[in-house]
C-alpha cells in the first residue's frame, strides 16, 4: 500500500509526506536526510521562499508551480521532524494554521460585519495579533519580531511596531535629514567596528525611509541587484564582441559601456 501511494501521481499531500518518512526511516531512508536536523533544513527553507519570490518578481509562472513545491517540501520536511520528537504531526500544522485564519477574521468566518474598509481591517488584525502576543506573555512593543527574518525586512518590521505607538518621525523630510546626518557620521567613523556601526545605523535609516515611501526595501533591492547583472552583462558582451574579457579592460572604458547600456534600456533597444 505504501508503495502504490508513492508512485501513485495523483497521491498529492499524503503522497508528499509518506515520501518524506520514507526518506528520513532510519533503517532505510536516505542517509543525507536522516543526518539533517531543523537547524540544518532552515536555511534551505529561506531560500525556498525567496525562490518563489524570485519566480513571481520575473513572472515565471512556468516555474511557480515547482518552487512551491519546494517550499511546501521544507513544512513537510520540518513537520516529519517534529513528528519524530513527538511534538506535533502535519494534521496539527494545517489545523493551527487553519484556527489562527478563522480567528482573525471574524468578518468572514464570525457574526462582525464584512462593510469595513482595508484601513479597518488592518487595524483589527493589529488588534488581534496583539491579543494573541499577550497571551504568549510577549508584552513589549517589539516582543515577538522573529530574530530569524533578514535584516533589512526585521528592520522595518521594528520600526512598524515602534511606529504604532507614536515612535516615529512624521514626514519623510525628517527621514532624509537623518539620513544625511548617518552618512556624515559614516564618513567620519574611525576603525572597523565604528564603521560598521554606523553603516547599520544608516541602512537601518533607510530601511525607515523605504517603509515611509511604502516601499519594500527587499524588493527594491532585489530589483537593483538584477539590473546590476543585466547591465554588467551589456558590459561582457561588448567586450566579447572584440574578443576580450573585463579584466583586458579598464573603470574607464567599463563605465561608458555601463552609460551605454543604462542608454539603450531607456531607449527600449
Known amino acids: 500500500m505504501t508503495d502504490a501511494l508513492i508512485h501513485d501521481p495523483k497521491g498529492g499531500m499524503p503522497r508528499l509526506i509518506e ?15 536522516i543526518e539533517q536536523d531543523f537547524a540544518s533544513i532552515a536555511p534551505y527553507t529561506i531560500e525556498e521562499a525567496y525562490e518563489v519570490a524570485d519566480a513571481i518578481e520575473r513572472a515565471a509562472w512556468d516555474e511557480l508551480k515547482g518552487e512551491l513545491g519546494d517550499l511546501l517540501l521544507q513544512s513537510v520536511y520540518h513537520t516529519q521532524m517534529a513528528s519524530e520528537a513527538g511534538l506535533f504531526d ?30 479597518q481591517q488592518t487595524h483589527d488584525w493589529e488588534q488581534i495579533k496583539a491579543a494573541e502576543r499577550a497571551s504568549k506573555a510577549e508584552t ?28 516615529d518621525w512624521p514626514t519623510t523630510d525628517e527621514v532624509i535629514d537623518k539620513i544625511v546626518e548617518e552618512a556624515q557620521e559614516l564618513r567620519e567613523a574611525e576603525g572597523a567596528a565604528h564603521r560598521e556601526e554606523e553603516f547599520g545605523d544608516l541602512l537601518f535609516v533607510m530601511a525607515n525611509l523605504a517603509r515611509h515611501l511604502e516601499i519594500d526595501p527587499e524588493a527594491a533591492l532585489r530589483a537593483a541587484n538584477a539590473k546590476f547583472t543585466r547591465r ?19 573603470l574607464a572604458e567599463m563605465d561608458a559601456l555601463w552609460d551605454a547600456a543604462k542608454a539603450a534600456e531607456k531607449r527600449g533597444d
Open 90 to 119: 502535519f494534521n496539527d500544522v494545517a489545523n493551527a494554521i487553519a484556527d489562527k485564519m478563522v480567528a482573525r477574521h471574524p468578518h468572514v468566518f464570525g457574526d462582525e460585519s464584512n462593510a469595513k474598509s482595508a484601513e
Open 232 to 250: 554588467f552583462g551589456s558590459i561582457e558582451a561588448a567586450l566579447a564582441a572584440e574578443g576580450r574579457k573585463p579584466a583586458d579592460s579598464d
Open 19 to 33: 515520501i518524506m518518512r520514507r526518506l528520513r526511516d532510519p533503517q532505510t531512508g536516505c542517509p543525507w536526510d
Open 140 to 167: 513589549g512593543v517589539l516582543d515577538g519580531v522573529a530574530m530569524g527574518l533578514p535584516a533589512l525586512m526585521r528592520a522595518v518590521k521594528l520600526q512598524k511596531r515602534a511606529a504604532r505607538v507614536g515612535f
